[in-house]
């Protein structure tokens, strides 16, 4: 009786991604792709080879630098309702092929400022860039219109 056998032979090449600098936020954010104004909001820029040896220079729109320190930059986001605000970092100075590429992330800038509110008792405002840990709230119940009458759906409450 014979037997064949196969043989698969399965290269895998891996292909790595040069000029793979990457600026990070380090400062949590409330909502994903958004940052709060006036707040110190942290990025770091990452350094892959070749990189290890540029000067950095940052530049802000939107805002103003508050600090910076080795790869990271810290940002107060100017207060203005709708707006985007963005960070750029260049590497110069790398004594190859890196010089003068650039490194971008921006993020809506998060404000209520000049918008209108309505008017309610007991009113709590809450600044959603800075909130407590728990604030307590009573909401009367609040009935969906054409339910609970005689021929109607049974009584529903808005959740």
Known sequence: ?????S???ITITFIGI???QVISRITASV????????????????RPNGFAAC?????ISGGVEQSKTGN????????????TGTVTVTFSGCGN????????KSELILSVKDQPFDTFPNVINLDFCNPPQSIPIIV???????????????RTEVS
């Open 55 to 59: 000067t950095l220079s940052w530049s």
């Open 140 to 154: 009367p119940a609040m009935v969906v219109d054409g339910t609970g009458g005689f021929g109607q759906p049974a």
């Open 72 to 83: 990271k930059i810290t940002i107060n986001w100017n207060d203005v309702r709708g707006a």
């Open 7 to 9: 043989i698969a032979i």
């Open 31 to 46: 909502i994903s792709g958004t940052t709060c104004p006036v707040l110190g909001v942290e990025y770091e820029v990452s």
């Open 97 to 104: 092929s890196n010089d003068g590429i650039t490194a971008t």
């Open 1 to 5: 009786m014979r037997r064949i056998f």
């Open 18 to 20: 040069a000029n793979g």
